[in-house]
């Protein structure tokens, strides 16, 4: 199995970077005009899906793919499952608390005591002194900063102003999880389904099939009854995120399997893309296919996709051995969550000074080169920063 230095999979970091690089292009796409459907984002209501409808999905299966790798690694280092397991839960929380600050800036009302870029500006910068991927020779500064962080984050929520449907001003609210929050609470289900099982197959599939039929119920009317105890019971919405991410657990524990036989592996996860494609546009006669609903359909499809362009990316870096181009996106596959929230200092920036670029650079082929072009940017800039020791980890 090739992996890096690290000891960490090729193919995994590769289509996490290919991934986190398409994340951040289509997150601009709202600022473009004239440019094909195709790429972007569905409506609700709508039957179909946009390139920008399947990244997503793809990451919560590549956090799928990679908890096998972490878990397994902790227990060779000796950890017992009760330190994983709380190592678990801090990650989870430290990603629905940045999932919860980013919903509520959608609700961010003129009222507030403080301009929202500067708002968005320090609450980023909290996030950085708190988890930053400080060395491992802990000195005095280094909790000084973490505590100027959690400081910071805690005024942000206090000074917080927002304003619900009906135009009234209300503090911070969980609207729903985020972005972020949602991969933390998927990351959490089927990491602690995977290392208090022993991480047997057995159980991760059982495990992905019992969230893809929680997801049907959902939608078939099933669950109605219990309509009203579900908000305080169940954290992971209709099961579409657990479900696409306990997807790649199940893939990562396969390859796992047939490492020495990785042409085989390609075939069964051909067969498995196909066929979850398939039943998902056979469930489009019931449930349409949409990202925003979260519909069976949707998942099954989306599950298929990311399966296929896991296997193109296994074929490519693993079996081919090309690794060349990676290296030109690799800081997006290994400080993945620093490459993330970079963009939101530039939107901050923007918020403040009510900057924008010419019209004629944000529309059609050329508004879309620049988009790419911004992606490689922000990466680049993240590739400066981690060679720096200046990185996210949590």
Sequence with gaps: ???????????????????????????????????????GHRAAQDDGLGLA???????????????????????????TKAEIGWHILIRTLALVIMGLFHVNMEHYAAAAPLPEGLWLLLVTIGFFLVWLDYPKEKKAWHEILKAIGILTLLLMAILFKGEDGDGRIIGMQSYWWGILGKIGWSYFLVSIIFLFSGGRLWIQIATWGGLILFNIASHSGALTPLDSIRPYLWFAGNGSAAALTAGGVVISLLYRQYKEEKEKFLGILTALAVTLIVLGLLARTEWIISKILATPSFVLVCSGISMAGYGLMVWITDIKGWSGWYRWISPAGTSTLTCYLLPYIHKSLLLMYFWQLPEVLRTGMVGICKSLLYAFIIITITGFLEKRKIRLKI
């Design 53 to 79: 409808d399947t990244i997503f999905p793809a990451f919560l299966f590549i956090v799928g793919l990679s908890v096998p790798y972490a878990i397994q690694n902790r227990l060779k280092k000796g950890d």
């Design 1 to 39: 199995m090739q992996t890096n230095k690290k000891n960490r999979l090729l193919s995994i970091d590769a289509f996490r970077a290919v991934i986190m690089l398409l994340m951040i292009f289509v997150n601009t796409l709202w600022t473009l005009k004239d440019i094909p459907g195709w790429i």
